[in-house]
């Protein structure tokens, strides 16, 4: 039969692991909320992007169909005056011949008139010649033909006239103009339509814009839903954890080294109302906290009688005798579990205390045992990689044939081996605000454009970010790196801290080519928020895991000008 303590560390050992395991639940949603709401806000920004073209458009072809509508107006009055026109010349061609040839009769009239006057002339002259008579016709013959002559004028003026109305060619200008009508009646209809076009896929952009600002905002409420889950779930375990467990708790710090906190026991026993009955007093347990460290996987099989022998042998290294700290964190150096295999890099582990007590307290309680606590959260002794910061002579460069836009400069601390796989990632998120009203964005980096963090940034497509290069002429680790490095190498890095190494500089050329973080190609007059994820690539390091990538924030905007770029 199990005794009371042994019940009650396996009840201990349940309750914290079952709140373990559903904050490991929990941070798997929540990851894949953050994932969701990201490419959610991909899509919103991405009908916003149409919307805004699709209204571009629209506006050009509303543009173009009151211009043809204004054609349209001009070519029908053109087309009236046209025909108009050719129903008057066609009269007055008519009415001009006729004329013409009244006006040829008359005159053919005035010239018979005046041979017969003047053959009564030229009589009168024969045989009058000096009487009043032969004057009177001599006045007559001489207006007659004064007549005459303008009749032959006239006659020829009517001739011309209907010989240029005749020539005014209105049937054909009638119909150039109905062809040109028709022409247009087709263009109308072509700009009518693309402007049906272009305003159905207006509405449509709308509706689908509307729909993914609802579905953006879904998301955003299930992250927040996780967020408070995973919150209270922590704060369970921190209390469940303080109240039955001590508190033990493993701090990582930065370079990978352990940090320990726990509260202890009570530094002297309860008062009971009963201790008049106790024969003396009750002693002091004094405990003694010595610290071991376990893989996970081998976490479930571990029980206090294992780690009472291995206390027993306790290989040096394997117990690390520590005091409470009563929640300051205590450096901890820890290089050995407590199997005496040499602690691993990269990979879990969770802690134990082993509490020995004194001999005249273990005598009074009548148990001579010691106690051994309940696991503490898994953590992974890792380093963190160096962070980009901004260069102090970042240059701007002009286009070039090859296309290069500009050059964006950094530094970062390396290490003083050089580390195999070491990448700087630039992705560059458009900081356009004009459609990011409201965005939620991602408590670690609350300033971005878009909800961003580490875990978004190490899932960007390869062809959607750019790797920096080290600068000829950077001082590299005074070893070079190998392809394959062994655990010794890894731990030779570890124990060497990042700020013992040389500041090396890095570029990132941004050429026409470039994408952004969504694989859309840069646009001239937009700002872009450049992001320098450092990691190690596990393809080129097996030992990746052994350190923690990070997420720099510290460039400043990018935005390309027409034939240059400028860093604001």
Known sequence: MNTYNENLQETVNKTLADLLAQQNLLKSSQIANDYSLYYAQEAQISTDDAL????????????????????????????????????????????????????????????????GIGSAFNSAYASMLGTDLYKHVQQANSLINEVANDAEEVSRWAMETSSKTSEVVTQAVLQQTADVKARIDGLLKITQAALDTSSAQVTAAKAAAATTVQQERQVEGEVQDINTQLDANRLAYDRTNRQLNLGLHIHVHHDSSLYVSFDGLPPSAPVFRAEKVIEGSIPAAAPVYFLTLLPQDQMATFSVEQAQQLFITKPEGTFQEVKATRGKPLKVALEVDVNNVRVKHGAPYVAYLYMEFSKQYRHFIGDFSDVLSSPSAPFTPAMHLPLATASTHETVAPLNDEG???????????????????????????????????????????????????????????????????????????????????????????????????????????????????????RQGVSYRPYILTLVNSGNNEHSDAYISVLSDKLDSLKLESRTSSLR
């Open 52 to 115: 805004h073209d699709l209204n571009r458009v629209r506006d050009l072809n509303t543009q173009v169909n009151d211009l043809s509508e204004l054609n349209e107006n001009a070519v029908n009055t053109l087309l009236l005056s046209a025909t108009m026109s050719n129903t008057d010349i066609s009269t007055s061609t008519t009415n001009m011949a006729t004329a013409a040839a009244n006006v040829n009769i008359a005159a053919i009239a005035i010239n018979a008139l005046s041979s």
């Open 404 to 522: 290069l836009l500009t050059t964006l400069h950094f530094t970062a601390t390396g290490f003083k081996r050089e580390l195999a796989g070491l990448e700087f990632r630039c992705i560059l998120i458009e900081d356009d605000p004009k459609h990011r009203i409201g965005f939620m964005r991602s408590p670690d980096f609350p300033k971005a454009p878009i909800y961003f963090n580490v875990e978004i940034a190490q899932q960007v497509a390869p062809a959607n970010y750019t790797t920096a290069e080290r600068v000829a002429g950077s001082k590299p680790g005074k070893k070079k790196a190998s392809d394959v490095i062994s655990e010794d190498e890894v731990l030779e890095d570890i124990g060497e801290s990042i700020a013992e190494g040389t500041v090396q500089h890095y570029t990132v050329e941004i050429d026409t080519t470039t994408t952004d973080n969504f694989g859309n190609l840069l």
